[in-house]
C-alpha cells in the first residue's frame, strides 16, 4: 500500500470540501456512520472479503477511513473506547501502515471530548479470538482486533486510516450480557466521530511544501545530557536517580525511564548510596551542598553554556553588584540561577521577565549592576528589557558574551525566515520546554499561525486544512525522530514537496564528565 496519493485536478488547492469515503464492514456500522456524515462524505460497507471491497471503494485519490466496531485487547483499552489504527497486521503476515493516523487521533481528541482514544497497532484475524488467544495478542501489543481492516487498507493508495470504536474488552469477551448495550453506545460514538474523520481528510492536499528550519532539534547541551545518564546507567546498572527532567522532552524523559532511569523533584527522594544525575538545566548551590553531605555519588550534566551564566552571577556578586537575571519564574533554570544568591532574605538576585518589571526594582546601589539572561531567551524579547535595564540603570554591568545560547539563536532565526513564507507552522517540542515555546512565539510574531506540538499524533488537522505550505521545526530538546512522523503524516496526505534552506552550521560538540565511583558501604 502506498501511503501518497498520485496529485490530483487542481494542483495547489486543499481538498476542504474533497469526498471522503468512510468504509464500514457492516451495515448496522454504516447506517450508523451515516447519521453523522455531511454532504462530501460517502459511506459504503464494504463487508469482509477483499473481492467486494475492491469493487465498491473509489479509485479517486480521495482520502479512505475504514471506521467501525472492534474489540479492544490490552486491560487499558476498555468498551467505549477508540482506537486509531497506527499499523494494521494482518493474518498472512502483511502490515498496513498508516502515517496519517497520529492526526486523525488529534482530530477525535478534539471532537470526542472526554473519550479515551487510543493510537497503536491493530491486529486482523479471520475469526472471533477469544481468551488465550485474546490474552497472547495484547501480550504482543496489539491495541484492538478485527477481521477486516488489513483487507482494506492493502485495496487503496490513497490517504487512509482506520478508527475503531471498541465493544468487547478483556474484562468481557463477546459473547456477555454487557455486549448489546455496549455495541448501542459504540454505534453513537460512530456517528459522532465522523465530524473528525472530515476534519481529517480536509488536512489533504494535492501538492503541499513542507519547509524545514534549519538548525533544528537538538543541541549539544542536550545530546550530552541524554549521553551523562546513558553512560550512567551503563556504568552503574540502574536505576540511576535523575533530579528533574534531565531535558524538558516527554519523549527523552519516557525513553530513559524504560531504560531504568527514575526522575525526582527533590534529592529527598533518592536513597543513600546511589548515583544521581543533575539536569541540564543547573541547580541552586544548596543542592551540591545537599549531595555532598549525604555523599551521593553525583554526576554533573549542567549544560556548560547554563554553567557559564551560574559563573558569571558568582563573579558579579563577588565585585559587589546586584545582579538582574532575565528569565522565566518557575522555569529550573532560573531557579537554580537565583539560589546563587547568598541570603534570600536580603536579596542581591532579582528576576525580570518584562521592561515593566524592571522599572519596579529597588536595588541598593544602583550604580552597581549588572544583568544576565536565561539562555532560552527570545533574542527580540530580551532586547525590550535589556533596554529598560539600560535606560534604568545606565552604567550596568553586560554579560561579556551573550548568555542566550547558540542553539536558541540558530533555532530563532531559522524559524523566523521559514515563518515568513508559511501559511502555519507547527514547532515539536514540549509544553515546558522554554525554547520550543519561544520558537512558537517567534514564529507568530512573524506572521504565521504556529502550535507546539509533541509529536504527530497532536497535529490537529484542522490547523492544515487550505495550508500549502507548512513551516516545520523543533525545540533543542526534542528528537529529530519525532520531526520526520510529523513529515510523514503530513507525506500520508498527499503528496509533499521537502525543502530545507540552509541554516547555521552547529559544530560544538561538549566533553562528558567522568563517572564518580560510588560511596563505599559502611560494614
Known sequence: MSTVANARPGAGEALRSAPVTVAAALGIEARALRRGAGLETSVVTVGMRAARAARVLP?????????????????????????????????????????????????????????????????????????????????????????EGSVLGTLTDSPFAAVRVVVDDASAGLVHPATP??????????????????????????????????????????????????????????PVYVRRQIVHNTFVVADLERRGAIFVEELSEVPDGVPVVLSAHGVAPSVRLEAEARALAVVD???????????????????????????????????????????????????????????????????????????????????????????????????????ICY????????????????????????ANSSNSLRLVEVA??????????????????????????????????APPALVEEVVAALAALGPIRREEPAGTEETYRFTLPAMPALPTKKA
Open 181 to 238: 448495550g455496549r455495541g448501542r453506545a459504540a454505534l453513537k460514538t460512530l456517528a459522532k466521530l465522523v465530524a473528525a474523520i472530515e476534519s481529517w481528510a480536509a488536512a489533504a492536499h494535492p501538492s503541499r511544501r513542507v519547509v524545514l528550519a534549519s538548525p533544528r532539534s537538538f543541541c549539544a547541551g542536550v545530546e550530552r545530557a541524554i549521553e551523562i545518564v546513558e553512560q550512567a546507567l551503563e556504568t552503574y546498572g540502574p
Open 444 to 477: 507568530e510574531r512573524a506572521g504565521a499561525a504556529a502550535h507546539l506540538v509533541d509529536g504527530a499524533d497532536q497535529v490537529d488537522p484542522a490547523w492544515l486544512a487550505g495550508a500549502g505550505t507548512v513551516g516545520l521545526t523543533a525545540g533543542a530538546s
Open 59 to 147: 479509485r479517486d485519490g480521495a482520502p479512505v477511513v475504514l471506521a467501525g466496531v472492534a474489540g479492544g485487547l490490552p486491560s487499558q483499552v476498555r468498551a467505549g473506547d477508540v482506537v486509531v489504527s497506527s499499523e494494521i497486521h494482518g493474518p498472512d503476515g502483511a502490515v498496513v501502515h498508516s502515517p496519517a493516523a497520529p492526526l486523525l487521533a488529534a482530530a477525535l481528541r478534539r471532537v470526542l471530548p472526554g473519550t479515551r482514544v487510543h493510537l497503536g497497532p491493530t491486529v486482523t484475524t479471520d475469526r472471533v479470538v477469544h481468551g488465550k488467544r485474546r490474552r497472547a495478542l495484547a501480550a504482543e501489543g496489539y491495541l484492538s482486533v478485527d477481521m
Open 407 to 430: 542553539a536558541t539563536t540558530n533555532r530563532q532565526r531559522a524559524i523566523r525566515d521559514v515563518a515568513a513564507g508559511a501559511d502555519v507552522v507547527l514547532v515539536v517540542g514540549s
Open 301 to 403: 550534566a549542567t549544560c556548560p553554556l547554563v554553567a557559564k551564566v551560574h559563573s558569571e552571577a558568582r563573579r558579579a556578586l563577588r565585585d559587589g553588584n546586584s545582579v538582574v537575571f532575565i528569565g522565566h519564574p518557575n522555569h529550573d533554570e532560573s531557579e537554580g540561577l537565583m539560589g546563587e544568591d547568598p541570603d534570600p532574605r536580603s536579596p542581591r538576585i532579582h528576576l525580570v521577565e518584562s521592561p515593566e518589571e524592571v522599572k519596579a526594582l529597588e536595588v541598593p546601589d544602583p550604580d552597581r549592576v549588572a544583568y544576565l539572561m536565561q539562555t532560552t531567551l527570545a533574542e527580540d524579547e530580551a532586547e525590550h528589557v535589556v533596554k529598560a535595564l539600560r535606560e534604568t540603570f545606565p552604567g550596568i554591568g553586560e554579560p561579556p558574551s551573550s548568555d
